[in-house]
């Protein structure tokens, strides 16, 4: 049944995570689907990433309350999902990578249905269809059938069931999926317009890197069924990005006193003839390291330029480190 922001259940509130997930493990006979997940989404447009096979959609499975983990506990928007499925799919939109639409009936009428299907009377079922299809650009054409849609035309169809019930989170599973250049870019507008006008969490689960820079907060990685990363996108503008050094002195004495100081550097490739070093910057520390060693070598430091990690550096580095584990372990 349709539930209101006032009856909204305690885990749905601002400051709690609207994902907790601890101890998960799932396998399909002898596959381990998931191994060892525990983590915490907040209420943002989160990004679950990961290759085809990293375990995303069986994520959405359990986090629907569709089947059940082998071990460990789930709560979404404050519910178990193993004993509170039904009530997790009160307040959960969803929408499928699979298209399984009925082409025989008009988006109006599907639409509507699903209001209906979320304990709204028929009357309003309509109004609240109306109103949702509008918000996805169908306003128009809410009354083809749906058989004559375009691709896109189909994907927002699939966005306006996920979000009719007014639901306080929505997973969308490759929501950008079979898209042209231009119908992506418009889905990712919608998606940004779910969250930060209507106020409903998001979780995008994809393996575009782009479209997750371009509408997400936060991050999740997964590779072959393990967590690798969980962190906000903003944490890559000031932590474990690198600087560009730029010195005139003895290069390759400057980089052994950084070294023997626990700073990762290495040389930059050459620029215009320049040498320079690029040094790793896992805190705000390196900057006094290297204006303090510069004097004690009597080094002139010409330039120093940060560069950011972007998330295809976070995914790359994570995944790297998680598989070579996964080898040392084997």
């Known amino acids: 049944m349709l539930q209101d922001n006032a009856s909204a259940p305690d885990g749905a509130r601002a400051n709690a995570p609207v994902i907790d997930i ?3 493990r799932k396998t399909f006979g002898s596959f381990v689907a998931l191994d060892g997940i525990s983590l915490q989404m907040p209420q943002a447009s989160v990004g679950l990433l990961g290759a085809n096979g990293a375990g995303k959609t069986t994520l959405i499975r ?15 928007v404050g519910f178990d999902t193993r004993r509170e499925g039904t009530r997790v799919r009160e307040y959960v939109g969803y929408m499928p990578e699979a298209e399984g639409l009925p082409t025989n009936t008009t988006a109006a009428d599907f639409v509507g249905h699903m209001a209906e299907m979320s304990g709204l009377p028929p009357r309003a ?20 059938l749906i058989k004559g849609f375009s691709t896109g035309m189909r994907q927002r169809v699939k966005l306006a069931q996920a979000i009719v019930h007014d639901p306080k989170l929505v997973l969308l599973d490759e929501p950008t999926a079979g898209l042209d250049p231009r119908g992506r870019e418009e889905m990712l507008e919608l998606i940004q317009r779910i969250y930060r006008q209507m106020g409903i969490a998001v979780v995008v689960s994809t393996h575009i890197l782009e479209d997750v820079e371009k509408v997400c907060d936060y991050v999740v990685i997964l590779d072959q069924g393990r967590l690798v990363a969980s962190q906000p996108l903003g944490a890559m503008d000031t932590i474990g990005g690198e600087v560009i050094v730029h010195i005139d002195g003895d290069q390759a004495a400057f980089q052994r006193g950084l070294e023997a100081q626990g700073v990762d550097v290495r040389g930059a490739d050459l ?16 900057f006094d390291l290297i204006r303090d060693l510069a004097v004690d070598q009597g080094a002139a430091l010409r330039s120093l330029r940060t560069r950011s990690r972007t998330l295809e550096d976070i995914y790359l580095g994570n995944v790297g480190a998680s598989r070579e584990e996964v080898a040392a372990d084997d």
Do not use: F, H, K, S
Not at 125 to 144: F, I, K, P, S, T
Not at 271 to 286: A, F, N, P, S
């Open 22 to 24: 601890r101890g998960l």
């Open 62 to 76: 359990l986090l629907l309350g569709l089947i059940a983990p082998d071990e460990g506990v789930m709560t979404v």
């Open 125 to 144: 079922a309509r109004q609240r269809a109306a109103d949702v299809l509008y918000q996805v650009g169908l306003a128009e054409e809410r009354y083809r």
């Open 271 to 286: 620029d215009l003839g320049v040498e320079e070093l690029i040094v790793d910057v896992r805190d705000e520390q390196v």
